[in-house]
């Protein structure tokens, strides 16, 4: 049989300031590991959400981001003949030839330039990317007009509706806002593919993106893509071209969080072996005590390794709550694969939480086991004495 | 045969270089319902010999057999076991939980007993009715008087009715009128309900209490 736990419980709380201290360690070790994860699973979430299982993104074959793509304004055409692509409510195929780059546009706090990606789409795009305007209207064809994500507004110059932005030697005059359902589409410029390409980079598309009319047809529709040797294009899900942009900065991020809560966990672990170093010391008798009646030295490792956990479980949810107020929370970052600013929210989700915790109860564990060792090895005639 | 059988039982320290010779050939017989007081000197060795009958130590040479069992060739778990089954102790300063309650101390030797809850508190609230405490069960350690701190560690000793309940200096702590209360319940312990008890003690009013007083001097006994 077990020392009851409430022996534990209330041992934790005879001595509360030393509790709280190692639970505000294990605290803030567990806050900093879920905000950096927040950081890393905002961002991954954000650029997952901006790609659809049941679109297609068509770059050069080769090119690993839109960035270094090229598609001709006939394999375009080609394309978007495929039947295999849905049909918008006016009957014209879902598809959309894009032109893509990035410019600098002036930060709207202080002084100096972001990167941003600048969009020319079709009218379709709309439809197949679920895009919606939140203020505004879609910018006209044949003229110098420009909509902005919503994400962009805040955060940069001159991005009110009726603006003047300039880039590309000419001005676009901003004529609506977007939203995007939280993707990385709402870090964007959209223009026109027709007014955009001719002062950016010339008669090529970046990319073509379309909606499959039956999403089990990817891997055919990939294949004739792919097989035409007139098109000399590749074929991903718009899902897992995203989901790629995000690795490489998840796992950075990742990375980033593990190491720098590893180095901070090093101290909040030391500062459990010390609490319970302490406690062992301090109740060496009530030890003692305990052995003497029969209960087995495993009972007393379990007993003061249960203490330990105890307080660590309380550092956990307390770095959890501590870390809640930043959920939601947008910032930005750069997008490595295009070299533009994507902003995202930080995202804590239950399983973080539940990651910090458990997180928290291995520091518990790891920082009492040689106490727990020591209190399970006392000898009980010297500790008697 | 004896409860308690002590044969040639020698007992050493070593303390950096020197050895410390506690006991030397020590035979000894305690029959089961007596109440022994072992008295002498600071030294003498009368806790290492209360310690050797629990099985909290071991001695040098010699063999301890309590209730059939050879204590001194236990292993540590096993003896963990015993103990919890046969051996009551008591210690001077009481050695309460302080975070426990008076109930929740006695109950503590219960929870190495396969017993209900519901059990263990009925024994729990006997053992402390005959201590004279069943009032004051859910006070802690530190809102009882000395005495009362012991009578419950005496309550922790006896409630899972162990084969041999052993004393180490009970009244040492104690006011004279504590000390008379904790000797009387001994004595009803042992008169009543024929506890096996050993008690060690300076305390010659005490040894009083006891139906066999032995003297322990320099690792002799005497009667």
């Known amino acids: 049989m077990k020392i009851p736990l409430v022996y534990n419980l209330r041992s934790i709380a005879h001595r509360p300031v030393s509790t709280a201290m190692t639970a505000l360690g294990l605290a803030l070790v567990v806050a900093v590991f879920v905000a950096m994860l927040a950081l890393a699973g905002g961002f991954r979430a954000t650029l997952a959400r901006t790609g659809s299982p049941d679109n297609v993104v068509v770059l050069r074959r080769g090119a690993t981001s839109e960035m270094e793509s090229g598609v001709p304004r006939e394999s375009a055409r080609l394309i978007a003949a495929d039947p295999r692509i849905a049909s918008g409510a006016d009957a014209r195929p879902l598809v959309s030839p894009e032109v893509f780059v990035v410019i600098n546009i002036p930060r709207a706090v202080g002084e100096g330039v972001n990167n941003v990606v600048a969009r020319g789409v079709n009218d379709e795009a709309f439809a197949v990317r679920n895009i919606h305007l939140v203020a505004g209207r879609k910018f006209a064809s044949g003229r110098s007009e420009i909509i902005l994500g919503k994400k962009i507004v805040p955060r940069f110059a001159h991005t009110a509706i009726g603006d003047t932005l300039r880039f590309a030697n000419r001005d676009w005059i901003v004529v609506g806002h977007f939203a995007a359902a939280g993707s990385a589409l709402e870090s964007e410029i959209w223009g026109e593919n027709e007014q955009f390409m001719p002062v950016f980079r010339g008669e090529v598309f970046q990319s073509v993106i379309f909606r499959l009319r039956d999403p089990a047809a990817f891997d055919e529709v990939k294949r004739a893509l792919e097989g035409d040797q007139r098109l000399?294009?590749?074929?991903?899900?718009?899902?897992?071209?995203?989901?790629?942009?995000?690795?490489?900065?998840?796992?950075?991020?990742?990375?980033?969080?593990?190491?720098?809560?590893?180095?901070?966990?090093?101290?909040?672990?030391?500062?459990?072996?010390?609490?319970?170093?302490?406690?062992?010391?301090?109740?060496?008798?009530e030890i003692a005590v305990l052995l003497t009646l029969g209960f087995a030295p495993r009972s007393v490792l379990a007993s003061f390794l249960s203490e330990s956990v105890a307080i660590a479980l309380l550092g956990g949810v307390a770095g959890g709550l501590l870390a809640l107020p930043i959920n939601g929370i947008v910032t930005s970052t750069t997008n490595w694969n295009s070299?533009?600013?994507v902003a995202f929210a930080f995202r804590v989700t239950p399983g973080l939480l539940v990651g910090g915790v458990i997180f928290a109860v291995v520091m518990g564990l790891v920082g009492g086991f040689f106490p727990a060792w020591r209190a399970a090895r006392l000898q009980v005639v010297q500790a008697l004495r | 045969m004896a409860l308690v059988e002590v044969r040639?039982?020698?007992?050493?320290?070593?303390?950096?270089s020197q050895v410390i010779e506690?006991?030397?050939?020590?035979?000894?017989?305690?029959?089961?319902?007596?109440?022994?007081?072992?008295?002498?000197?600071?030294?003498?060795?009368?806790?290492?010999?209360l310690n050797l009958l629990a099985g909290l130590d071991r001695p040098t040479s010699g063999t301890i057999t309590v209730a059939g069992a050879a204590v001194n060739t236990m292993s540590p778990s096993a003896l963990a076991k015993w103990r919890a089954r046969h051996i009551g102790f008591v210690f001077q300063s009481y050695n309460l939980l302080p975070v426990l309650t008076a109930a929740q101390n006695v109950e503590l030797p219960l929870l190495l007993a396969p017993l209900s809850k519901k059990e263990r508190a009925e024994r729990v609230r006997i053992a402390l009715g005959v201590v004279g405490l069943e009032d004051r069960m859910v006070h802690y350690p530190r809102q009882l008087s000395g005495g009362q701190e012991q009578r419950v560690a005496i309550a922790r000793a006896i409630v899972s009715d162990p084969t041999l309940t052993l004393l180490d200096e009970p009244t040492g702590q104690l006011d004279k009128k504590s000390a008379q209360e904790v000797l009387t319940l001994l004595q009803r312990l042992n008169d009543e309900f024929h506890k096996t008890i050993i008690?060690?003690?300076h305390d010659a009013h005490a040894a009083e209490k006891a139906k066999q007083v032995l003297h322990l001097d320099k690792g002799v006994l005497a009667a």
């Open chain 1, 232 to 285: 000399q294009v590749q074929a991903q899900r718009e899902s897992a071209f995203y989901a790629g942009q995000s690795t490489v900065l998840t796992r950075i991020l990742t990375f980033l969080a593990i190491m720098i809560t590893s180095v901070m966990a090093v101290g909040a672990v030391f500062g459990a072996v010390n609490t319970m170093y302490a406690a062992v010391s301090s109740r060496t008798p």
């Open chain 2, 22 to 49: 506690v006991f030397e050939n020590l035979t000894l017989d305690i029959a089961a319902g007596s109440f022994t007081a072992l008295m002498g000197p600071s030294g003498s060795g009368k806790s290492t010999f």
């Open chain 2, 199 to 201: 008690v060690v003690t």
């Open chain 2, 8 to 16: 040639n039982v020698h007992k050493s320290f070593q303390r950096d």
């Open chain 1, 339 to 341: 070299f533009s600013e």
